[in-house]
């Protein structure tokens, strides 16, 4: 049951940081963060800019090769399936899902 928490509250941050970035106008390379504990239920959670901001998760959309919204959901969604998958590892690091 925690495992079905953890997952759903992956997904709820990712809609977050997307409809938070849906009303930027992005002209460069943007970085759009949130901190760990952080719900990302208003704006004043993000960290958003031409720099990055967070000190730990963030994510950089390049302008430059024209992304669409469209673009962006289908890389959250694929980056929310691979952390979700068991026993992933990231940086050498065992992630289990739940964790």
């Not at 992956?10 to 760990?36: K, P």
């Not at 669409?68 to 289908?74: A, F, I």
């Amino acid at each position: 049951m925690a495992e079905a928490k953890t997952i759903n509250q992956t997904r709820a941050a990712l809609i977050a940081i997307l409809a938070y970035a849906e009303g930027q106008s992005i002209m460069a390379d943007h970085f759009l963060g949130i901190n760990r504990g952080v719900p990302g239920t208003k704006d004043s959670d993000f960290t958003y800019g031409t720099s990055t901001g967070s000190t730990d998760i963030e994510l950089r959309v390049a302008d430059a090769k024209a992304l669409t919204r469209e673009d962006v959901v289908k890389a959250l969604e694929a980056f929310s399936r691979f952390i979700d998958s068991p026993n992933v590892h990231i940086a050498g690091t065992l992630f289990p899902v739940g964790h």
